[in-house]
């Protein structure tokens, strides 16, 4: 879809944007577009609390229910509810490895669809597009998928054998993008769009309603040039509406240590970075270590990297290897092995710091790194499993050197100087919301501080998911932005937020036919009244 250099149509207000075209977006288009989930007759649901609850009201859809009262007393692996009461709808008892059947029967009723647009800056799929290829995602294929199309079922028309019931970031991408074609999604996509504005837009003296305005810019493929390439182009839009969703995930900076030599050329914030260092051959068995900054999921993707070229690895972490926080600890041996070799090296070859000379308190070590078999000595034996590794669990990056070496601090205090080749600092990211104002600090759990993912997401109705700082009402966050990181769950989001909407526009409806109800009996009251006159 594209804009015009103006309003989509002038003065028009849409009935809902939404910002941000990955999974989250997705889902609740797909929602808003007619499709309908009611309790099957023919399915009942494995917990009987719930089962019990969603068979008082069986005529209604899942929609038009209290999902408060049916998240009373479920739990799950989501801090919210709603996220919780969708999974367990979809994916019943899935966590004990079980396949129950969905109670959910989705009925298509285009009568009950809502108007809406949904931005991106890329294809539909987000973030997805942008993440390395052949890795496997971390959740089950299953968990992946979004309602009506079942992931193992395309996979198997992509390839012949689906391994290890997972997927790799590549290909949820592209069923992500296939699935807006599927359920014909596509009209309400405008892809190829940067918004750069949020704002409220007040009542005029002509009476208009408040709404919310949006404005951006879209990326248009200009003509083309004599050697076949085209110029593109970006054309400015303003758009209004009457609600707002904030779907944009939470991919979009890299989140930063803030120490000195951070901007050095040789330290990198992407997984990306590595992919092109060992794709120009920069990296090999014989480079000095490189350094892997963070204890998540990509920062163990880039450890699996190196191994794999039989690049020593120097693994620098705040957490304690044991940390129940550490999300090693939290996944599954036999499904993810991988990850359990990461945290097992993480745990057994540990950095051992020599003890301290009598005439110092804190000695600055170097350990001598010209090659890769000068590492310092670790606490596994010879035949470890990766001779190449080393961790520095709770320690801290100091600072960074133009001549490649590294200081790290240990949470005691001492400090050891690295030889690397090449830093990774992979503690995540946070999301680009310079569209609002201060960046959207205003929204979240604590006002004072940048909206972060984990520490401080944007603070919503749990059952509604408006955001509860909002300068007025209609605005509402989903996905990464409130905290939800796995697409398994961030579905609960585009649940509370179609619910609330489609309770809104029925209450709407109803004061509209009581208003019309008073007129009419005001107009009859005065009818009587003008018949008693004339005939007193």
Same mark, same amino acid.
């Given at each position: 879809m594209d804009f015009q250099d103006k309003e989509i149509i002038p003065g028009k207000i849409l009935p809902v944007v939404i910002i941000g075209n990955g999974p989250s977006g997705i889902c609740l288009s797909y929602l808003l577009s007619g499709r309908i989930p009611?309790?099957? &007759?023919?399915?009942?649901? &494995?917990?009987?609390?719930?089962s019990s609850k969603l068979g008082e009201q069986p005529h209604l859809s899942l929609m038009e229910q209290d999902l408060e009262y049916l998240c009373e007393g479920l739990e799950g692996r989501s801090s919210n509810p709603v996220a919780v009461l969708f999974d367990s709808l979809l994916l019943p008892d899935s966590d004990f490895g079980l396949d129950h059947s969905s109670p959910l029967d989705w009925r298509y009723e285009p009568e009950r669809s809502v108007p809406h647009l949904v931005l991106g800056r890329g294809p539909p799929g987000g973030a997805w597009h942008a993440m390395e290829g052949s890795m496997l995602t971390l959740s089950l294929a299953n968990w992946m998928e979004l309602p009506g199309l079942k992931l193992k079922d395309w996979?198997?028309?992509?390839?012949?054998?689906?391994?290890?019931?997972? *997927?790799?970031? $590549?290909?949820?991408? @592209?069923?992500?993008?296939?699935?807006?074609?599927?359920?014909?999604?596509?009209?309400?996509? $405008?892809?190829?769009?940067?918004?750069?504005?949020?704002?409220?837009? #007040?009542?005029?003296?002509?009476?208009?309603?408040p709404c919310w305005r949006v404005t951006g810019l879209q990326r248009r493929e200009g003509e083309e040039l004599g050697d076949g390439s085209t110029v593109s182009d970006e054309v400015p839009?303003?758009?209004?509406?009457?609600?707002?969703?904030? *779907?944009? +995930?939470?991919?979009?900076? #890299? *989140?930063?240590? +803030?120490?000195?030599?951070?901007?050095?050329?040789?330290?990198c914030h992407s997984f990306w970075e590595l992919e092109a260092a060992i794709s120009r051959g920069e990296l090999d068995q014989s480079s000095d270590p490189v350094l892997v900054v963070g204890a998540g999921l990509t920062a163990a993707d880039a450890v699996l990297a190196a191994h794999h070229l039989n690049t020593p690895v120097y693994h620098v972490f705040r957490r304690s290897v044991n940390d129940p926080g550490l999300i090693f600890n939290q996944l599954p041996k036999l499904l993810y092995p991988e990850y359990h070799k990461i945290h097992q090296m993480m745990t057994q070859q540990q950095y051992q710091a020599p003890p301290p000379p009598q005439s110092h308190a804190h000695n600055l070590q170097t350990p001598p790194s010209s090659s890769s078999s000068s590492l310092p000595p670790a606490s596994?034996?010879?035949? @470890? @499993?990766?001779?190449?590794?080393?961790?520095?669990?709770?320690?801290?990056?100091?600072?960074?050197?133009?001549?490649?070496?590294?200081?790290?601090?240990?949470?005691?205090?001492?400090?050891?100087?690295l030889q690397i080749s090449k830093a990774l600092v992979l503690i995540g990211a946070h999301p680009n919301l310079s569209f609002l104002r201060e960046n959207g600090r205003a929204l979240g /759990?604590?006002?004072?501080? #940048? /909206?972060?993912?984990?520490?401080?997401? /944007?603070?919503?109705d749990p059952?509604?998911?408006?955001?509860?700082? *909002?300068? +007025? #009402?209609?605005?509402?966050a989903m996905g990464p932005l409130v905290g939800e990181n796995f697409v398994r769950f961030l579905k609960g989001g585009a649940l509370a937020i179609a619910s609330?909407?489609?309770?809104?526009?029925?209450?709407?409806?109803?004061e509209e036919g009581e208003k019309y109800l008073m007129i009419d009996r005001f107009m009859d009251r005065q009818k009587r009244t003008e018949t008693e006159v004339r005939e007193s």
């Amino acid at each position: 879809m594209d804009f015009q250099d103006k309003e989509i149509i002038p003065g028009k207000i849409l009935p809902v944007v939404i910002i941000g075209n990955g999974p989250s977006g997705i889902c609740l288009s797909y929602l808003l577009s007619g499709r309908i989930p009611y309790l099957s &007759p023919e399915v009942s649901h &494995p917990n009987p609390l719930l089962s019990s609850k969603l068979g008082e009201q069986p005529h209604l859809s899942l929609m038009e229910q209290d999902l408060e009262y049916l998240c009373e007393g479920l739990e799950g692996r989501s801090s919210n509810p709603v996220a919780v009461l969708f999974d367990s709808l979809l994916l019943p008892d899935s966590d004990f490895g079980l396949d129950h059947s969905s109670p959910l029967d989705w009925r298509y009723e285009p009568e009950r669809s809502v108007p809406h647009l949904v931005l991106g800056r890329g294809p539909p799929g987000g973030a997805w597009h942008a993440m390395e290829g052949s890795m496997l995602t971390l959740s089950l294929a299953n968990w992946m998928e979004l309602p009506g199309l079942k992931l193992k079922d395309w996979m198997r028309e992509k390839r012949r054998n689906v391994r290890n019931d997972r *997927a790799t970031p $590549a290909e949820i991408a @592209s069923y992500y993008q296939h699935y807006v074609s599927q359920m014909s999604l596509e009209q309400n996509f $405008a892809c190829g769009t940067t918004v750069t504005g949020v704002t409220r837009q #007040p009542s005029n003296q002509e009476g208009s309603t408040p709404c919310w305005r949006v404005t951006g810019l879209q990326r248009r493929e200009g003509e083309e040039l004599g050697d076949g390439s085209t110029v593109s182009d970006e054309v400015p839009f303003s758009l209004l509406a009457h609600n707002v969703v904030l *779907a944009t +995930g939470t991919h979009d900076i #890299p *989140a930063r240590l +803030g120490v000195e030599g951070e901007s050095l050329p040789h330290v990198c914030h992407s997984f990306w970075e590595l992919e092109a260092a060992i794709s120009r051959g920069e990296l090999d068995q014989s480079s000095d270590p490189v350094l892997v900054v963070g204890a998540g999921l990509t920062a163990a993707d880039a450890v699996l990297a190196a191994h794999h070229l039989n690049t020593p690895v120097y693994h620098v972490f705040r957490r304690s290897v044991n940390d129940p926080g550490l999300i090693f600890n939290q996944l599954p041996k036999l499904l993810y092995p991988e990850y359990h070799k990461i945290h097992q090296m993480m745990t057994q070859q540990q950095y051992q710091a020599p003890p301290p000379p009598q005439s110092h308190a804190h000695n600055l070590q170097t350990p001598p790194s010209s090659s890769s078999s000068s590492l310092p000595p670790a606490s596994s034996s010879s035949s @470890s @499993s990766y001779s190449g590794y080393l961790s520095f669990p709770r320690y801290k990056v100091v600072a960074f050197r133009p001549d490649k070496k590294c200081v790290l601090e240990s949470d005691s205090g001492e400090r050891t100087v690295l030889q690397i080749s090449k830093a990774l600092v992979l503690i995540g990211a946070h999301p680009n919301l310079s569209f609002l104002r201060e960046n959207g600090r205003a929204l979240g /759990i604590y006002p004072e501080e #940048p /909206i972060t993912c984990r520490r401080n997401p /944007i603070d919503v109705d749990p059952f509604t998911n408006k955001v509860l700082g *909002a300068e +007025g #009402p209609g605005l509402y966050a989903m996905g990464p932005l409130v905290g939800e990181n796995f697409v398994r769950f961030l579905k609960g989001g585009a649940l509370a937020i179609a619910s609330d909407l489609a309770k809104r526009h029925r209450g709407e409806k109803e004061e509209e036919g009581e208003k019309y109800l008073m007129i009419d009996r005001f107009m009859d009251r005065q009818k009587r009244t003008e018949t008693e006159v004339r005939e007193s």
